[in-house]
């Protein structure tokens, strides 16, 4: 049987309409998708600058439906959920991206650091940690670090803390020395509230050679000294903490004036506080003053440097201690006024975060309320 070359001749055009109709329904179709696929990511973009973010959500998630592949959809859509509070929804995206073959490297650090994001706005440290741990080595590794200390500051894990602060540090990312030393004050009194004495102070005398111009460590020490009927040690580092780091000597006055009558040095440290108050006129130092002038029979002149006070800065509550032993005209209303003049002076008396504000009766090393360290500074509200 011979082979006609005319039905080669007469199918090759037939075949070249069907390919090119083919290819024609196929472009379109995905001409199609694509244009839904930007008017769905634009209208969603246009919804978030709105700050309508339910309609956001709905118009990124059709977004998704029409181009399951595009990562930086499924970006925006887990922001979009972590923002509103709906963690469980925004852990699903990011994990989906994970599980995704096709991610790159890049993509592949970026979800995990966006779920180590989730994982820690809902609250659930442990997830995070670990979330945060396999961003080690990555670009993401220092955000994770500065999440993992946050972590371990708020669950008390000073160990762990430890840990995390040496190794920013060996990375240049800042200096620890001084919260390291806080971290080693905490162990302290934890040791020492269990009855080890010992433990405790070797933990402080390494706080003070981590940072020598930290004032905790010494504070602390002093008191463990004073506890264990050291006074005289005791004095001795808060004569330090006077040379090292002057600004923190209010904290201590009470402390040192305890010793110093216990130790026959009242003399001594009332001549110290008198040069710091020169120096810097505080109200810890005036009535650490005031009170060592009263233990060393000087009463009589001791109300005198409330005035001297007074003569420099306005004080109301110099003012209403000056009061308290002044004889009035009317002396029948002195204590319906001091009460009024005490009651107005006791908010001045507070110290008050320098970071967010949070006003406290005592000192914090650590702010309770946006949890910076050394934001509180060693002065009252109203000498601020």
């Given at each position: 049987?011979?082979?006609?070359?005319?039905?080669?001749?007469?199918?090759?055009?037939?075949?070249?309409?069907?390919?090119?109709?083919?290819?024609?329904?196929?472009?379109?179709?995905?001409?199609?998708?694509?244009?839904?696929a930007?008017?769905?990511?634009?209208?969603?973009?246009?919804?978030?600058?709105?700050?309508?973010?339910?309609?956001?959500?709905?118009?990124f998630?059709?977004?998704?439906?029409?181009?399951?592949?595009?990562?930086?959809?499924?970006?925006?859509?887990?922001?979009?959920?972590?923002?509103?509070?709906?963690?469980?929804?925004?852990?699903?995206?990011?994990?989906?991206?994970?599980?995704?073959?096709?991610?790159?490297?890049?993509?592949?650090?970026?979800?995990?650091?966006?779920?180590?994001l989730?994982?820690?706005?809902?609250?659930?440290?442990?997830?995070?940690?670990?979330?945060?741990?396999?961003?080690?080595?990555?670009?993401?590794?220092?955000?994770?670090?500065?999440?993992?200390?946050?972590?371990?500051?708020?669950?008390?894990?000073?160990?762990?803390?430890?840990?995390?602060?040496?190794?920013?540090?060996?990375?240049?990312?800042?200096?620890?020395?001084?919260?390291?030393?806080?971290?080693?004050?905490?162990?302290?009194?934890?040791?020492?509230?269990?009855?080890?004495?010992?433990g405790?102070?070797?933990?402080?005398?390494?706080?003070?050679?981590?940072?020598?111009?930290?004032?905790?460590?010494?504070?602390?020490?002093?008191?463990?000294?004073q506890?264990?009927?050291?006074?005289?040690?005791?004095?001795?580092?808060?004569?330090?903490?006077?040379?090292?780091?002057?600004?923190?000597?209010?904290?201590?006055?009470?402390?040192?004036?305890?010793?110093?009558?216990?130790?026959?040095?009242?003399?001594?440290?009332?001549?110290?506080?008198?040069?710091?108050?020169?120096v810097?006129?505080?109200?810890?130092?005036?009535?650490?003053?005031?009170?060592?002038?009263?233990?060393?029979?000087?009463?009589?002149?001791?109300?005198?440097?409330?005035?001297?006070?007074?003569?420099?800065?306005?004080?109301?509550?110099?003012?209403?201690?000056?009061?308290?032993?002044?004889?009035?005209?009317?002396?029948?209303?002195?204590?319906?006024?001091?009460?009024?003049?005490?009651?107005a002076?006791?908010?001045?008396?507070?110290?008050?975060?320098?970071?967010?504000?949070?006003?406290?009766?005592?000192?914090?090393?650590?702010?309770?309320?946006?949890?910076?360290?050394?934001?509180y500074?060693?002065?009252?509200?109203?000498?601020?």
């Amino acid at each position: 049987m011979e082979f006609d070359l005319s039905w080669i001749l007469l199918g090759l055009p037939v075949a070249f309409v069907l390919g090119w109709l083919a290819s024609r329904f196929d472009l379109r179709q995905l001409r199609d998708e694509n244009r839904r696929a930007p008017k769905a990511y634009f209208k969603g973009l246009n919804f978030l600058l709105n700050e309508q973010q339910d309609q956001a959500i709905d118009a990124f998630i059709e977004a998704v439906q029409n181009d399951p592949d595009t990562t930086e959809l499924h970006f925006a859509l887990g922001n979009l959920f972590r923002r509103r509070g709906e963690y469980n929804r925004a852990v699903r995206v990011h994990e989906h991206l994970l599980s995704r073959g096709d991610l790159s490297r890049a993509d592949r650090d970026r979800a995990q650091h966006a779920l180590a994001l989730d994982f820690l706005k809902a609250g659930l440290l442990d997830r995070a940690e670990d979330a945060l741990r396999r961003l080690e080595g990555t670009p993401f590794e220092a955000q994770a670090r500065v999440a993992l200390l946050a972590i371990y500051e708020r669950s008390r894990d000073w160990p762990q803390a430890m840990a995390i602060t040496q190794k920013m540090q060996e990375a240049h990312q800042g200096d620890f020395s001084a919260r390291q030393a806080h971290f080693l004050c905490e162990q302290a009194l934890a040791k020492s509230a269990q009855g080890d004495t010992d433990g405790a102070e070797a933990l402080l005398r390494q706080a003070v050679q981590t940072a020598p111009q930290a004032a905790r460590a010494r504070i602390e020490l002093a008191r463990l000294k004073q506890r264990a009927g050291k006074s005289q040690e005791a004095l001795d580092f808060l004569l330090e903490l006077a040379e090292v780091a002057p600004l923190w000597l209010p904290l201590a006055v009470p402390l040192m004036i305890e010793l110093s009558l216990a130790t026959g040095k009242a003399t001594e440290v009332r001549a110290l506080l008198r040069q710091r108050y020169d120096v810097m006129p505080s109200l810890d130092l005036l009535e650490g003053i005031v009170s060592l002038e009263n233990a060393l029979g000087n009463s009589a002149t001791s109300r005198e440097w409330y005035v001297r006070h007074l003569e420099h800065e306005s004080s109301l509550v110099a003012a209403a201690k000056w009061l308290h032993d002044e004889k009035l005209e009317h002396e029948q209303f002195h204590p319906q006024v001091q009460r009024s003049l005490d009651q107005a002076a006791k908010p001045l008396t507070r110290y008050r975060c320098a970071a967010c504000g949070f006003e406290a009766r005592q000192h914090f090393w650590q702010c309770p309320g946006c949890q910076t360290w050394d934001s509180y500074p060693a002065r009252r509200v109203e000498e601020l």
